[in-house]
């Protein structure tokens, strides 16, 4: 099955540094190559070096005149976030878009990260928490929108309040909603706080639908050493182009939200087809699990707690 070609226009970002999470393949790479085709200077965190000078080469073969910028980082280290931290701060360039797009899905039995979190919500939500709040002065300086990639998972399910960290149960599915629910609810409360303490940076939401990508393929670091069934079906539908997305298409939702003038702080942005799931990216309702304050200011107070990261630190005020 022909599919109708979709796509969105990127406006010019020269002059703007561009920091893309989890940029050394799929999405993530399409987004870094898209950013680096309209100008901007990406910086590229990656955790593995060979597959991040790889993808590097990828950009260089489409944009050759890209300027890319890689870097270590490993999302799953709270110390390693800490030292790009330290190293882009030092460096004292603005960063005018930040998409935090990197994540891990289902391993099949509970792991933790290096600082003993569940491994699903300490890298995809605790490790981009406390990257964003070492770089908040480089945000605040470059008036930044940062974008923040959840899931569809995060249409229902909630918080795990009674165990946080997944230990008397886990439930990979279940995990991973809860990591891309408290990602959302800090994403929402990072533009309220914004505004509140005039931190001068958007923030905004987004997510790919479905597509196949690496997300559920064989991971043997996870404990996954073949694809998943729930891949290679969205792959067959994927080439057929029924109901779900391509790599291609999924990359789309975050670029808009964190580089069309017209997209809403705030806002969520997805694929606008059936169920979400594939076809053009627009503007979306926001999920029910994302829509209470009062939770994602309880979800910001456990995460600056749980990684010792406070934004009033980072902006060096009391606020």
């Known amino acids: 099955m022909s599919r109708t070609p979709i796509d969105i226009t990127v406006p010019s970002l020269a002059g703007k540094r561009a920091l893309v999470t989890g940029a050394s393949d799929g999405m993530g790479l399409g987004m870094a190559t898209r950013l680096a085709a309209a100008g901007a200077e990406v910086v590229m965190p990656v955790r593995n070096?060979?597959?991040?000078?790889?993808?590097?080469?990828?950009?260089?073969?489409?944009?050759?005149d890209a300027r890319l910028s890689l870097r270590t980082l490993d999302l799953s280290s709270l110390d390693s976030v800490a030292a790009l931290g330290d190293t882009l701060r030092e460096e004292g360039r603005p960063i005018h878009v930040m998409i935090n797009n990197a994540g891990v899905m289902r391993p099949p039995t509970r792991q933790t990260t290096a600082d003993g979190f569940e491994l699903q919500t300490g890298t995809n939500h605790l490790g981009h928490f406390a990257l964003v709040g070492h770089l908040l002065p480089l945000l605040r300086d470059g008036g930044a929108r940062v974008t923040s990639q959840v899931s569809v998972a995060a249409r229902r399910g909630s918080i795990n309040w009674d165990d946080l960290n997944w230990e008397r149960s886990y439930d990979g599915m279940d995990a991973y909603a809860q990591s891309k629910i408290a990602f959302g609810l800090f994403g929402l409360e990072l533009e309220r706080r914004s505004r509140t303490h005039g931190w001068g940076l958007t923030s905004n939401l987004s997510h790919p639908g479905v597509a196949p990508t690496s997300l559920l393929a064989a991971r043997p670091e996870l404990g996954r050493s073949t694809d998943t069934p729930a891949v290679r079906l969205i792959r067959a539908l994927s080439a057929r182009g029924i109901l779900v997305g391509t790599v291609e298409t999924a990359k789309l939702p975050a670029l808009m939200a964190a580089t069309d003038p017209a997209a809403r702080p705030g806002a969520l942005y997805g694929p606008s087809g059936p169920g979400n799931l594939g076809g053009r990216p627009a503007e979306q309702a926001m999920y029910g699990p994302l829509r209470s304050a009062e939770e994602a200011a309880r979800v910001w107070e456990a995460s600056e707690r749980l990684t010792g990261v406070r934004f009033a630190a980072a902006v060096g005020d009391n606020s």
């Open 49 to 64: 070096p060979r597959k991040g000078e790889a993808a590097v080469a990828a950009i260089r073969r489409t944009v050759p």
